[in-house]
């Protein structure tokens, strides 16, 4: 069993920049890759980005490429997504997710998923 918990989220400006984190509490030997979705209010829940734990392979929605960054510390267990120039359309609840197998951008890969954090961009 793989517990995520994400933080990092909050209020910014238009044109700001936040850092998000998530925690695996498994040893991360188990897991295959992370990733990062968002759910704005009336709307699907949407990939943004995922990584592999072993070497760090990424892959982005085109809406944040040159925006957005996700990262990884295997020490800490912990993936990062780095969001810069932010917009008011990137305001929605960030939920982070892992997987011991497979990495992709569909909801239904991964297994496991954090309770989110809030994300608003004002303009």
């Known amino acids: 069993q793989v517990q995520l918990v994400e933080s990092g989220g909050g209020l910014v400006q238009a044109g700001g920049s936040l850092r998000l984190s998530c925690v695996a509490s498994a040893r991360t030997f188990t897991i295959y890759s992370m990733a990062w979705f968002r759910q704005a209010p009336g709307k699907e829940r949407g990939f943004i980005a995922a990584i592999t734990w072993t070497d760090g392979t990424t892959h982005y929605t085109d809406s944040v490429k040159g925006r957005f960054t996700i990262s990884r510390d295997n020490a800490k267990n912990t993936v990062y997504l780095q969001m810069n120039n932010l917009k008011p359309e990137d305001t929605a609840v960030y939920y982070c997710?892992?997987?011991?197998?497979?990495?992709?951008?569909?909801?239904?890969?991964?297994?496991?998923w954090g309770q989110g954090t809030q994300v608003t961009v004002s303009s």
């Open positions: 997710a892992a997987d011991p197998y497979a990495l992709g951008s569909r909801t239904d890969v991964y297994d496991y």
